[in-house]
C-alpha cells in the first residue's frame, strides 16, 4: 500500500508534465491561450462572414430544390461573359500598371533614409489613410467634361472640345490604379529593404554595371514582393467596387457592381450568388495557379 | 585543408600578375566629417597588405575609395600606374570579399563563382570550367548545384574567395572578410588564404581590426588610426620598433610608464621613473635628438621583455599584485610605487624566481627592449 502510495504523487506528476507539454507549441506558447486570442476574431468571421457568404452561395444553387439554372443564365447570356472577361481584364491591367509604376517608387524609397525616408513614407501612406470615395472623386474632378485636365489641354491649345475622360474603362484603370498602388510598393520596398547592401556592391566589384547590377542581383531578390504586391493589387481589383461604379460609366460595368445591382436594385439574390460564386472560384485558381508559378523563385530567393 | 592538396589544386588555376596600388594623398570627407585625412601608401605587386586599425579608424573608407565605392574627396588612387580615382567599381578589375560574404542566395555556388566571368562576355563552356576549377581551389568541389544559404559560414566565405579570383584580378581586396567566422575557423583561414595568396601572387588588401590576423597574414601593416596611418611595416618592425605611443599600445600588449630623461648615453637614454628607479631605454626614433634633462617622456615595454629577479639583481623594485596562470605562461601585475603597475609576462618553464602576491620583486630588462617616445 505504501509503496503505491508514494508512486501515484510521482505518476501524477509526470502526467502533469505531459500535459504542460501538450499546452504549449513549438515556441512555448500554451495552446488553449492562443485559441483564446483567435477565438473573438473567429466568431466575428464566421458570423460576418463564412455564414453570409456561404448561404448567398447556397442560394445559388437551391432555392428552394437544387438547380443549376442561375449558372446556366450565366453561361447563355454573352453580356454576362463579357462583365467577367472585362472584370479580368481591367484587374491584370490595374495590376500590370501598378507594378510598373510601383516598382520604380519603391527602388527609390527603398534607397532613402532620416527624414526623406519618413516624409516618403508619409506620402505613400496617407493615400491609404484616405477613404477610398474621396480619392475617386478627385479622379472625378480631375477628369469630367470640365474638369481639371480638360481646362489645362484646352487652355494649352492642345484640345478645341473637352474630351470624354470620365465614364470609361481608362478613367477605371488610372483610378484603381491610384487607389491600388500602395499596396504594390509597400510589399515590394520591404523586399528591397530586406536586401543587404553588400550584394549590389558585390556585383559591381565583380564586372557588372548599373543595368546588370538590377537584372541579375536586385530584380530576383526583389521577386517575392513583386509576387506579394501583385496578387494583392489583382485581388483587390477584381472585386473593386466603388471606383468603378463612381468613375466607370454603364458600358464599363464590373462584376462587383453587376452583383451590387442584382442584390440592392434587382433583389435577385440567387444570380447574385451565381456570379459571387463565379468571382471566387476563378479567383482562387488564378492565385493557386499564380502562387505555384511564383513560389519556385521565393523558394530560390531565401 | 593539408598543404600537399593545396598544391594539387592549386595547379588549377594559373598564377595571377599582382597589380602595384599607390594610394597618393588621399583624403576623404563626409560633410563636415573627415573621415580619411590624407594617406599614402604604396603596394607592391603580389604583397598581402593588412589596414589595420580601431573601428571609425578610416581604414574600410580607405578600402571602399581603392574598390571604387567611394570617391576620394582630394588625391588620387592608381593600379599600376592608371588614374582609377573616377572609374567605377565595375571596370576596375578588382576582386573584393566582403564580412558577410555577399554572396547570391538566389544563385547556385557555380553560377555565384560564375557571375563574374558571365559579366566579362566568356563562353558558357568557359564559365563552367573556370568556375568549377575555382570551387575546387577552395575545396567546394561537389557541391555547385547547392545554395549559399545551405552553406556553413565557412564555407560561404570560400565560395566568396573562389568568386573573387576566378576572373584572376590583380587587385584583391578583403574587408574584414573573417569577422563573422568563430577563433579555431578564422585561424585557419587566415593561414589559408596567406598560402593561397603566395601561391597565386594577386596583390592584397586586407582590412581588419584584429591585431592577430594582420600579424599572422600580412607582409606588411598599415596601423590606422584617426583617418591617419601611424605606422607602415612588416609585423615585427611593428612589434619591435613601434614608431609611437599608439602603434605600441595597438599592436600587442605594451607597459606605458612616464619618465623623466635625466641623461643620455650612446644609444640609449637614461630616465628616472616617478618612484625615483633610474633605467635606460632606446629612443623609439634613432634621429631624435635627445630632449633636454627633465623632459618628461613615455617609456614602453613588452611584458615578456621584463625579466624577475632575486633582490639586489634587479633595477626596479616592486610588489606582486595579482598572479594569473595562463597555461603557457605566468602573468604578474606587480606595483612599482607611485610610478604605476606593470605587467609582467613570465613563461612557465623558464627560470627564476617565483614570488606570490605580496612578495617584494626586483626587475630588469635591456635597454634594447625599452623604447622611449
Keep these: ?302 | 585543408m593539408s598543404l600537399a592538396s593545396l598544391r594539387d589544386r592549386l595547379s588549377i588555376i594559373e598564377p595571377i600578375r599582382g597589380g602595384a596600388v599607390s594610394i597618393d594623398a588621399v583624403v576623404k570627407h563626409y560633410g563636415s566629417q573627415t573621415a580619411v585625412a590624407g594617406v599614402n601608401l604604396e603596394i607592391e605587386p603580389g604583397e598581402f597588405v593588412a589596414l589595420l586599425g580601431p573601428s571609425g579608424s578610416g581604414k574600410t573608407t580607405l578600402l571602399m575609395m581603392i574598390a571604387g565605392f567611394e570617391q576620394a574627396s582630394e588625391g588620387a588612387v592608381r593600379i599600376d600606374g592608371a588614374d582609377v580615382s573616377w572609374m567605377p567599381p565595375h571596370r576596375r578589375n578588382i576582386g573584393m570579399v566582403f564580412q558577410k560574404y555577399a554572396l547570391f542566395p538566389h544563385m547556385t555556388l557555380i553560377e555565384n563563382v560564375a557571375f563574374p566571368l558571365r559579366m566579362r562576355g566568356h563562353t558558357a563552356t568557359e564559365r563552367k570550367r573556370d568556375a568549377a576549377a575555382a570551387l575546387r581551389l577552395v575545396g567546394l568541389d561537389g557541391m555547385e548545384r547547392r545554395l549559399p544559404g545551405q552553406l556553413s559560414g565557412g564555407q560561404q566565405q570560400r565560395v566568396a574567395l573562389a568568386r573573387a579570383i576566378v576572373y584572376r584580378p590583380p587587385v584583391l581586396l578583403m574587408d574584414e572578410p573573417l569577422g563573422a567566422l568563430d577563433k579555431k575557423l578564422r585561424e585557419r583561414m587566415q593561414i589559408e588564404i596567406k598560402r593561397l595568396q603566395a601561391s597565386l601572387g594577386a596583390t592584397v588588401i586586407f582590412v581588419t581590426h584584429d591585431q592577430d590576423e594582420a600579424l599572422t597574414m600580412a607582409d606588411r601593416i598599415a596601423v590606422m588610426n584617426h583617418g591617419k596611418i601611424e605606422q607602415v611595416g612588416t609585423p615585427i618592425d611593428l612589434y619591435e620598433r613601434p614608431a609611437n605611443v599608439f602603434v605600441a599600445s595597438f599592436i600587442g600588449e605594451t607597459n606605458l610608464l612616464e619618465a623623466i630623461i635625466v641623461g643620455a648615453e650612446e644609444s640609449a637614454w637614461v630616465l628616472r621613473l616617478v618612484n625615483g628607479s633610474v633605467v635606460r631605454a632606446t629612443p623609439a626614433a634613432a634621429s631624435t635628438p635627445v630632449p633636454a634633462n627633465g623632459k618628461t617622456v613615455k617609456m614602453a615595454i613588452r611584458p615578456e621583455r621584463i625579466v624577475l629577479r632575486e633582490p639586489g639583481e634587479g633595477l626596479v623594485r616592486g610588489t606582486v599584485g595579482e598572479v594569473i596562470y595562463a597555461g603557457s605562461s605566468l602573468i604578474y601585475f606587480i606595483q612599482i610605487g607611485d610610478a604605476g603597475s606593470l605587467t609582467v609576462r613570465v613563461p612557465v618553464q623558464s627560470i627564476g624566481p617565483r614570488p606570490s602576491r605580496g612578495d617584494t620583486v626586483f626587475l630588469s630588462w635591456d635597454a634594447v627592449n625599452a623604447l622611449a617616445y
Aim: proline share 7%.
Design chain 1, 1 to 302: 500500500m505504501e509503496a503505491i502510495a508514494s508512486a501515484a504523487p510521482a505518476k501524477d506528476a509526470s502526467i502533469g508534465r505531459r500535459v504542460a507539454l501538450l499546452m504549449r507549441n513549438s515556441k512555448g506558447f500554451p495552446i488553449p491561450l492562443a485559441v483564446a486570442m483567435v477565438a473573438p476574431l473567429l466568431i466575428g468571421l464566421a458570423v460576418a462572414f463564412v455564414q453570409p457568404v456561404g448561404q448567398l452561395l447556397a442560394t445559388s444553387l437551391w432555392h428552394p430544390d437544387f438547380t443549376l439554372v442561375e449558372y446556366q443564365r450565366i453561361g447563355a447570356t454573352p453580356l454576362y461573359f463579357r462583365i467577367i472577361a472585362r472584370t479580368f481584364l481591367l484587374a491584370t491591367t490595374v495590376t500590370v500598371a501598378a507594378l510598373l509604376l510601383g516598382y520604380p517608387v519603391a527602388l527609390f524609397l527603398a534607397r532613402l533614409s532620416g527624414w526623406r525616408l519618413t516624409v516618403a513614407t508619409a506620402c505613400i501612406m496617407l493615400p491609404l489613410w484616405t477613404s477610398v470615395l474621396v480619392r475617386s472623386y478627385s479622379w472625378i474632378v480631375i477628369l469630367q467634361r470640365n474638369g481639371l485636365l480638360n481646362t489645362f489641354l484646352q487652355w494649352l491649345g492642345v484640345i478645341n472640345a473637352p474630351l470624354p475622360l470620365l465614364y470609361n474603362e481608362l478613367a477605371v484603370v488610372v483610378a484603381m490604379t491610384h487607389v491600388l498602388l500602395p499596396y504594390m510598393i509597400l510589399p515590394i520596398w520591404a523586399a528591397l529593404r530586406a536586401m543587404p547592401r553588400d550584394l549590389p556592391l558585390a556585383a559591381e566589384s565583380l564586372g557588372a554595371n548599373g543595368p546588370r547590377v538590377f537584372w541579375h542581383v536586385v530584380l530576383p531578390l526583389s521577386m517575392p514582393g513583386v509576387a506579394s504586391g501583385t496578387l494583392m493589387v489583382f485581388i483587390l481589383a477584381l472585386g473593386f467596387y466603388v471606383t468603378p461604379a463612381l468613375v466607370g460609366g454603364p458600358r464599363t460595368l464590373m462584376l462587383a457592381t453587376l452583383i451590387g445591382q442584382q442584390t440592392i436594385e434587382l433583389l435577385n439574390w440567387p444570380f447574385a450568388g451565381a456570379l459571387a460564386a463565379v468571382l471566387l472560384v476563378t479567383t482562387l485558381v488564378l492565385v493557386a495557379a499564380f502562387n505555384r508559378f511564383l513560389g519556385l523563385d521565393k523558394k530560390a530567393a531565401s
